[in-house]
Antibody, heavy 115, light 108 residues
Framework: QVQLQESGPGLVKPSETLSLTCTVS????????WSWIRQSPWKGLEWIGY???????DYNPSLKSRVTMSLDMSKNQFSLKLSSVTAADTAVYYC?????????WGQGTLVTVSS | EIVMTQSPATLSVSPGERATLSCRAS??????LAWYQQKPGQAPRVLIY???SRATGIPARFSGSGSGTEFTLTISSLQSADFAVYYC??????????FGQGTRLEIK
């Protein structure tokens, strides 16, 4: 059974960089695509991007200029960095397996952008 | 970007009855559509992909239909565990994919 767990700061200051890590268990990371999705009351569910085990990435064009994803297969982890955050980036962030639909989800972590 | 519109926003149905949820795409997406269920405090769970294929472990009372721009999720004989929020997601024009705003299924 695939299990995913997000970790990272729950509070980020405006203009700083949001950094989250997802730890994967129960499956080889070379088996899936790995995505980040966020959910907020004002935008609903929003796909941020994915990374494949080869290192290939693809990002939502609306966030592309601020997003970087990376992968550490030795630790069974993948990561998200979102730069220059504003209050509009406040959301629950999920790490997810699968593309183009999403079959396994982490529990989600709330990230609040506030000074 | 393809806009997904779900209706109704809230649906009130009695246990044991059938629920029909709709999702409309702003342009044709073939059958590149998935449905998710989300309960309070939990992550979404995929129910249907390819518009009509049930995901692993999903009960047969959940069924999906449609193609092009009009899609339906039907839940026959509602159980208490089925009252939740349901989202549709298109993945035809990828990237990005896009989600509907959700339909809340509540107990009547």
């Amino acid at each position: 059974q695939v299990q995913l767990q997000e970790s990272g700061p729950g509070l980020v200051k405006p203009s700083e960089t949001l950094s989250l890590t997802c730890t994967v268990s129960g499956v080889s990371m070379s088996s899936y695509y790995w995505s980040w999705i966020r959910q907020s009351p004002w935008k609903g569910l929003e796909w941020i991007g994915y990374i494949y085990y080869s290192g290939r990435t693809d990002y939502n064009p609306s966030l592309k200029s601020r997003v970087t994803m990376s992968l550490d297969m030795s630790k069974n982890q993948f990561s998200l960095k979102l730069s220059s955050v504003t209050a509009a980036d406040t959301a629950v962030y999920y790490c997810v397996s699968g593309v183009p639909y999403f079959d396994f989800w982490g529990q989600g972590t709330l990230v609040t952008v506030s000074s | 970007e393809i806009v997904m519109t779900q209706s109704p926003a809230t649906l009130s149905v009695s246990p044991g009855e059938r629920a029909t949820l709709s999702c409309r795409a702003s342009q044709s997406i073939g059958t590149n559509l998935a449905w998710y269920q989300q309960k309070p405090g939990q992550a979404p769970r995929v129910l249907i992909y390819g518009a009509s294929s049930r995901a692993t472990g999903i009960p047969a009372r959940f069924s999906g239909s449609g193609s092009g721009t009009e899609f339906t999720l039907t839940i026959s004989s509602l159980q208490s565990a089925d009252f939740a929020v349901y989202y549709c997601q298109q993945y035809d024009n990828w990237p990005p994919c896009s989600f509907g705003q959700g339909t809340r299924l509540e107990i009547k």
